[in-house]
C-alpha cells in the first residue's frame, strides 16, 4: 500500500513539473495578438442570429480601423480611442432589427481556453481582448483573431495566416507553435496547461 502511494504521488509530483513548465514562445503569443469576444444576449435562435450580425459589422468597422496599424500596441491604441464608435455601430445593428438590448464594449485582458481555429491552435490564458456584450451576455460566444486583423475561417489560406501574423512581430518558431507543424505536441500541451490552470484556481 505505501509503495503504491508512493508511486502515485511521484506520479503527480512528475505531472505537476511537467505542467508547470512554459511553452517555449508562448509568452510572446499573448503579446502579439488581440482576440474579439462577442457575447449573445441568450441561447435563444433570435439572439444567436442578432450576434452575428453583431459580429459582422463591429469586424467591418474593426477592419477600416487597424488597417494602417503594424503591431498589437498600435492596434490597441486605435481600438481604445474608437470604443464608443463600435459600441454605437453594435447598437444600431440591433436597433435595425428591432432590438432595445444595450451593448457594452470594452478592450481588457480576458481568460480563454486553448482554442482551435482551421489551421491555428491557440494555447489558454490571458489575451487582450475587445470585448463586446448584448444585453445579459448570457449566450453562447464567438471568438475570433482580430489582430493581426484576420478573422480566421475556411476561406482563409495558411499562406495569408503566416503572412499576416508574422507581420504582427511572431518569429517563424512562433507561427509553427500555433499552427501545430510538429504533429499534436502543442495542441495537447495547451490542453494539459488549460486543465492544470483550472485546478490551481
Given at each position: 500500500m505505501k509503495r503504491m502511494l508512493g508511486f502515485f504521488c511521484a506520479?503527480?509530483?512528475?505531472?505537476?513539473a511537467f505542467v508547470l513548465l512554459p511553452v517555449h514562445g508562448e509568452s510572446e503569443i499573448?503579446?502579439?495578438?488581440i482576440r474579439l469576444h462577442v457575447l449573445a444576449n441568450s441561447n435563444r435562435e433570435e439572439d444567436q442570429?442578432?450576434?452575428?450580425?453583431?459580429?459582422?459589422?463591429?469586424?467591418?468597422?474593426?477592419k477600416t480601423l487597424l488597417k494602417d496599424t503594424k503591431t498589437r500596441d498600435e492596434a490597441a491604441a486605435v481600438l481604445r480611442e474608437n470604443l464608443g464608435a463600435i459600441r454605437t455601430?453594435?447598437?444600431?445593428?440591433l436597433q435595425k432589427q428591432g432590438c432595445d438590448d444595450t451593448v457594452s464594449v470594452s478592450l481588457g485582458q480576458e481568460e480563454y481556453p486553448t482554442?482551435?481555429?482551421e489551421q491555428l491552435a491557440f494555447p489558454a490564458g490571458k489575451y487582450l481582448s475587445l470585448r463586446?456584450?448584448?444585453?445579459e451576455a448570457e449566450g453562447a460566444n464567438w471568438w475570433c483573431v482580430l489582430f493581426p486583423p484576420?478573422?480566421?475561417?475556411?476561406a482563409t489560406t495558411k499562406a495569408q495566416a503566416e503572412e499576416a501574423f508574422l507581420a504582427a512581430g511572431l518569429t517563424e518558431e512562433q507561427y509553427r507553435i500555433i499552427t501545430d507543424s510538429n504533429g499534436g505536441k502543442y495542441r495537447l500541451r495547451f490542453k494539459i496547461l488549460?486543465?492544470?490552470g483550472k485546478l490551481f484556481d
Open positions: 506520479v503527480m509530483l512528475l505531472l505537476g499573448y503579446d502579439s495578438v442570429h442578432l450576434k452575428l450580425l453583431v459580429r459582422d459589422e463591429v469586424l467591418a468597422t474593426t455601430v453594435a447598437q444600431h445593428t482554442r482551435e481555429y463586446v456584450m448584448i444585453g484576420l478573422c480566421l475561417s475556411a488549460e486543465v492544470a
